[in-house]
C-alpha cells in the first residue's frame, strides 16, 4: 500500500476516534463566544416567533425553552410529562404497555401528586387505546394539548427571558457566516461529477463531515446551477435519520461545498462486491431494505422523488446504519403532478422511465426491487457482473426479460421483488393507493419492527471496523482539476449567493447539543442569575 494513503488514512481515523471534544480546537471557546446580548437586537427584531419552530423543532430552542419552564414550578410537572411522553416512544413493544400505564398513573389521576388537570379528559381514551393497541401514537392527543398550553402564556413569557435572550445569542453563533476555515480537511473520500468529497471536521467542535465540493467552473461549463442548487434546497427540507443531512452550504472562491453527514462505512456496492463471495448475509439483506424503505417514505412524503435508488449511493456509518445520499437526481413534484424525464443509471432504471411515459414515486419502488435483488444474488437483476451491455439491449431487458431467482431467494423474498418490479407501475408494490405502507407490510418484512427502527433502536447487523477506511486508495480517485477558460462573472455571483446560506440551523444546534458545547457553554450566572454577557 502507498504510504500516502497510509499516512491519511491514520490521520483520518485517529479524527475520527477522537471525533468530540479531543478533536475541538484549543481555541474553540472563542470561537464560540456568545455576542453580547445588545447585539441580538435586530436578531429579536425579525426572528418569527412560532411556538412550534422554537420550541418544539430547533433543538437548542427547545432545550432553553425547557430550562426556562423549570424555573417554574407550576410547569414542573408539564414538563415531566414531555419528557415521559418522549421516553414511550422508544420503549419496546412488550414495555409500552406498563410504562404506557406508569404515565396515566402518575400525570393523568387527579389523586396524583404530578396530576397535570388539562389532560384529564383524555385518560378514559388514553387507556382504552393503550390497553388495545399499544404500539400505536397513543398519547397523540395530549401531546398537542400539552403544546397547545405551552404555546399560550408560558411561551409568550418566555421571550422575556434570559433563557430566550440566550437562545438568541446562540442564533447568532449560527448565523456567523461559513468558510474554509471552519472546517479542518483530512483525506479525499471520493469523486463527484461536479469534483471530490472530502472528509473535514468542525474545529471549534471536532464533528466529523463529508465535504461534497462543486467545482464553480465545472458547473458553469456544464450548465450544473439549477441541479446544484436543487441538490442544497432538497438537502436542507429533508429531515429524516435514513437520508445524508446537510450541515452546511457555503462557497469557497473555486467550489460551492455541501457539509454532509460523514458515513465511513462505505457504500453499498462495495460490501455486495468487494467483501469475499459477492451477496449480503439475509439479515443484512432485510435490515438495510427496511432503511432504504423508510428513507423513501421520508423523500416521497415531502413529494420528492428520488430517483437514483442504486448500491452506490446508499452509504453506512459508523454503526452499520445506512442513509440515502446523493439527492442530485432528486426531483420536487409540485401538487399530484408527475415528471416525465430520462434520469437515473440506466441499470436502475424503472420501465416507464426509459420509455420516457410521466412517471412518479413508482420509479423508486422499483429501483428498491433492484436493490434487494442485488443484494441477495450478489449481482444486478438486468445485467451480469462485468457486463456492459449497449444501451438498446438493457432497455429490452428492462422492458422484457423475465426475471430469474436463483436458490438464494426464499419464497417472501421473490415475492417482493416480483412485486416491486412489477412492469406496469399501476400494478407495482408501493403504487396500489396505500403507498410506503404496503411495502413495509410485506412478509420479505416481517422480523423488522418499522417503529424502533424509525426510532433509532434497532442495532444494525453489522458494524464497520473502525479502524479501517472503506473507500478507494487516496492515489486510485482521480484528480478534479479547474478547468481554463471559464470565466465566472455578476450572475453567476449571484447564484453562488442563493447557495451560500451557511449553517442549517436543526443539523447546527444538533452539533453543538453532540459533542458536549451546547452543555459546557449555556451557563448561567449564579442561582440561576442573568450573567454578564445578557445584561441590557
Ligand atoms: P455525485 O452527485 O457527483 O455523484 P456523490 O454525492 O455521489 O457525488 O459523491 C461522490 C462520492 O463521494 C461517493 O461515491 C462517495 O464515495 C463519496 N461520498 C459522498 N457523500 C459522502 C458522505 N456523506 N460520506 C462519505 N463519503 C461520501
Ligand atoms: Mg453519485
Ligand atoms: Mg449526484
Redesign the pocket.
Known amino acids: 500500500m502507498d504510504i500516502d494513503n497510509m499516512v491519511q488514512n491514520s490521520a483520518l481515523v485517529r479524527a475520527r476516534e477522537g471525533g468530540g471534544s479531543k478533536g475541538r480546537s484549543w481555541k474553540w471557546r472563542e470561537m464560540l463566544r456568545f455576542p453580547h446580548i445588545s447585539e441580538c437586537r435586530e436578531l429579536a427584531k425579525t426572528i418569527e416567533r412560532n411556538y412550534d419552530d422554537l420550541c418544539v423543532k430547533q433543538p437548542i430552542g427547545k432545550k432553553l425553552f425547557q430550562l426556562y419552564c423549570m424555573t417554574r414550578p407550576e410547569l414542573h410537572n408539564h414538563m415531566g410529562l414531555l419528557d415521559a411522553l418522549e421516553q414511550f416512544e422508544t420503549k419496546e413493544d412488550k414495555e409500552r404497555k406498563s410504562f404506557g400505564f406508569s404515565i396515566i398513573q402518575r400525570f393523568m389521576n387527579p389523586q396524583a401528586i404530578q396530576f397535570v388537570p388539562l389532560l384529564a379528559k383524555y385518560e378514559q381514551s388514553c387507556r382504552e387505546s393503550l390497553e388495545l393497541s399499544p404500539c400505536e401514537d397513543v398519547f397523540h392527543t395530549c401531546r398537542e394539548a400539552l403544546h397547545e398550553y405551552l404555546s399560550q402564556e408560558p411561551f409568550t413569557e418566555y421571550q422575556f427571558s434570559m433563557h430566550f435572550d440566550r437562545f438568541l445569542q446562540w442564533k447568532k453563533l449560527e448565523r456567523k457566516p461559513i468558510t474554509k476555515h471552519t472546517f479542518r480537511e483530512y483525506r479525499l473520500?471520493?469523486?463527484?461529477?461536479?469534483?471530490?468529497?472530502w472528509?473535514c471536521q468542525v474545529r471549534a467542535t471536532g464533528k466529523m463531515?463529508?465535504c461534497?465540493k462543486?467545482e464553480k467552473t465545472h458547473v458553469k461549463k456544464w450548465q450544473g446551477e439549477h441541479m446544484a442548487l436543487n441538490?442544497k434546497e432538497l438537502l436542507e427540507e429533508v429531515d429524516s435519520r435514513f437520508v445524508?443531512n446537510l450541515a452546511y452550504a457555503y462557497e469557497t472562491k473555486h467550489a460551492l461545498c455541501?457539509v454532509?453527514?460523514?458515513?465511513?462505512g462505505?457504500?453499498l456496492r462495495f460490501h455486495i462486491h468487494n467483501m469475499g463471495e459477492p451477496g449480503l448475509e439475509k439479515n443484512r439483506v432485510y435490515f438495510y431494505a427496511a432503511e432504504v424503505c423508510c428513507g423513501l417514505i421520508h423523500l416521497h412524503q415531502k413529494s420528492i422523488v428520488y430517483r437514483d435508488l442504486k448500491p452506490?449511493?446508499i452509504?453506512l456509518d459508523d454503526n452499520g446504519h445506512i442513509?440515502i445520499?446523493?439527492?442530485?437526481?432528486a426531483v420536487k413534484l409540485q401538487d399530484g403532478d408527475l415528471v416525465q424525464g430520462r434520469v437515473g443509471t440506466l441499470y436502475y432504471m424503472a420501465p416507464e422511465v426509459i420509455t420516457k411515459e410521466k412517471y412518479d414515486m413508482s420509479a423508486d419502488w422499483w429501483g428498491l426491487g433492484c436493490l434487494i435483488y442485488e443484494m441477495i444474488e450478489g449481482r444486478s437483476p438486468f445485467r451480469a457482473p462485468g457486463e456492459r451491455p449497449k444501451s438498446s439491449e438493457m432497455e429490452k431487458r428492462i422492458t422484457s426479460k423475465k426475471l430469474q431467482f436463483s436458490d438464494k431467494f426464499s419464497r417472501e423474498a421473490v415475492d417482493i421483488c416480483q412485486g416491486l418490479l412489477q412492469r406496469n407501475p399501476k400494478y407495482r408494490l408501493g403504487c396500489r393507493g396505500s403507498g410506503g405502507r404496503e411495502v413495509k407490510s410485506h412478509p420479505f418484512f416481517r422480523l423488522i419492527n418499522f417503529r424502533m427502527l424509525e426510532a433509532g433502536q434497532v442495532k444494525a447487523p453489522f458494524t464497520p471496523d473502525p479502524r479501517l477506511v472503506y473507500?478507494?486508495d487516496v492515489q486510485d480517485i482521480e484528480e478534479f482539476s479547474t478547468l481554463r477558460g471559464v470565466v465566472l462573472n455578476q450572475t453567476d455571483s449571484e447564484f453562488y449567493a442563493k447557495f451560500n446560506t451557511g449553517s442549517v440551523p436543526r443539523s447546527w444546534q444538533n452539533e453543538l447539543i453532540e459533542t458536549g458545547c451546547f452543555e459546557e457553554l449555556n451557563v448561567f450566572g449564579p442561582k440561576g442569575s442573568r450573567p454578564a454577557d445578557l445584561d441590557w
Do not use: I
Open positions: 473520500l471520493g469523486k463527484g461529477g461536479f469534483g471530490e468529497v472528509a463531515y463529508a461534497k462543486l441538490e445524508v455541501l454532509l453527514t460523514m458515513m465511513s462505505g457504500d452506490e449511493n452509504l442513509r445520499s446523493d439527492l442530485g437526481l473507500c478507494d
